[in-house]
């Protein structure tokens, strides 16, 4: 069976890409979340539950731009630049706690 007319053949990469953005991208970044909420000026079991219920947020946020950008790089790079600002949180919690 042929192809419709105009009809292009793409390739699966770009979409495997994102798959693995919203996989393992969001989870980072749902992980940092939790993490980087300790830093928040409040006892710590409050801090944990915040970080917790966030990460459910941040993970579904992400899923939802990186298939809303327009290309597989976009999504990549929206999610490192969303890391940026959450592992600095994340490394000042850890070294406070070493």
Do not use: D, H, N
């Not at 915040?50 to 990549?76: C, D, E, L, N, P």
């Not at 890391?83 to 949180?89: D, N």
Request: aromatic fraction near 10%.
């Amino acid at each position: 069976m042929r192809p419709a007319r105009g009809a292009v053949r793409r390739s699966p990469g770009p979409l495997v890409s994102r798959i693995a953005a919203a996989l393992f991208g969001g989870y980072a970044l749902a992980a940092l979340t939790s993490v980087a909420a300790l830093a928040l000026p409040m006892g710590t079991v409050e801090a944990v539950l915040t970080g917790m219920q966030a990460s459910f947020v941040v993970y579904a946020v992400a899923v939802i731009w990186v298939f809303a950008a327009k290309s597989a790089g976009r999504a990549w790079l929206g999610l490192a630049v969303a890391a940026v600002p959450l592992l600095a949180a994340a490394c000042w919690v850890w070294r406070a706690a070493a």
